[in-house]
T-cell receptor, first 114, second 110 residues
């Protein structure tokens, strides 16, 4: 596709359930990021993948959060045993391998935990 | 830990006014980027500044990178309602990841 695609665009789940959020980056982009954004707030870094290197997971808020990137392309962010404080917009971005390059964002997945 | 502090956090002005928002860090960055995010959308890149002391202009927007490459500013001249949005600065961290500030939420009223 032409841009970063995220699915679903909206997800409502019950507290305690697991959810999976998907990100399709721009073809050929080696870097992929996940961020979380609470209403009206800035971007909270979650995890960063770069090529075949080990991901930087330093931003994951708890062990209920995990992410994988298969074949260097599609990424899935999984939240286990969701809590109400997990409600936010989850944004994915991708960029090429070059330094100072632009990050292209998807439109995000709005997660609501009820 | 590399952090980017943005100020002010919120800014509400009338159309036609000028404004400046700031992005500061105690760390040196090889470059800084500015993004704008509109409601319901992902952030979109406005500009990248690379050289210390660099000034870039994008129509009514002027971006400056500090000489020491630790800070940047965004100045908007004669703000318009279409400038409303969340302005984010970002820098490449030591691990290669993109670090964002918390943003300045700008509201321009007609």
């Amino acid at each position: 596709g032409a841009g970063v695609s995220q699915s679903p665009s909206n997800k409502v789940t019950e507290k305690g359930k697991d959810v999976e959020l998907r990100c399709d980056p721009i073809s050929g982009h080696t870097a992929l990021y996940w961020y979380r954004q609470s209403l009206g707030q800035g971007l909270e870094f979650l995890i960063y993948f770069q090529g075949n290197s080990a991901p930087d997971k330093s931003g994951l808020p708890s062990d209920r959060f995990s992410a994988e990137r298969t074949g260097g392309s599609v990424s899935t962010l999984t939240i286990q045993r969701t809590q109400q404080e997990d409600s936010a917009v989850y944004l994915c971005a991708s960029s090429s391998q070059w330094v100072n390059t632009e990050a292209f964002f998807g439109q995000g997945t709005r997660l609501t935990v009820v | 830990t590399q952090l980017l502090e943005q100020s002010p956090q919120f800014l509400s002005i009338q159309e036609g006014e000028n404004l400046t928002v700031y992005c500061n860090s105690s760390s040196v960055f090889s470059s800084l980027q500015w993004y704008r995010q509109e409601p319901g959308e992902g952030p979109v890149l406005l500009v990248t500044v690379v050289t210390g002391g660099e000034v870039k202009k994008l129509k009514r927007l002027t971006f400056q990178f500090g000489d020491a490459r630790k800070d940047s500013s965004l100045h908007i001249t004669a703000a318009q309602t279409g400038d409303t949005g969340l302005y984010l600065c970002a820098g490449v961290g030591s691990q290669g990841n993109l670090i964002f500030g918390k943003g300045t939420k700008l509201s321009v009223k007609p």
